[in-house]
């Protein structure tokens, strides 16, 4: 079973996804009051972070999904949907101790 939750793309919406302490978001740039409330805590978060170099007005960037840490608080983080500019040694540097990098054949336990 999992719970479906509003995210804003731009100008049209998609889904993220809630499964039993694990939340999964791709292809949006905000959520709404209550999809943030629904992700208070979560143990894992699978999130897009597209870049950090320049702003995209339909996905999330490095210091948006920052802002998303604070308000939401998740255990562990995993970003995805990530662009070129993103070179992995130096992004790893920028990020919380927390968020890890997804990279073929990832294997994480629940």
Wanted: include cysteine; charge should be negative.
């Amino acid at each position: 079973e999992f719970i479906p939750f509003m995210q804003s793309h731009g100008e049209m919406g998609s889904l993220g996804f809630l499964f039993d302490g694990f939340a999964y978001s791709t292809d949006f740039k905000t959520l709404n009051a209550n999809s943030l409330k629904l992700l208070q805590g979560v143990k894992l978060w699978i999130i897009e972070c597209v870049g950090y170099k320049r702003k995209y007005p339909n996905h999330v960037v490095l210091d948006e999904l920052l802002d998303f840490l604070d308000k939401i608080n998740p255990e562990r983080v995993i970003m995805i949907h990530m662009s070129h500019e993103i070179d992995y040694e130096t992004f790893k540097q920028k990020l919380p101790s927390n968020v890890d990098i997804a990279f073929d054949g990832m294997k994480f336990v629940l």
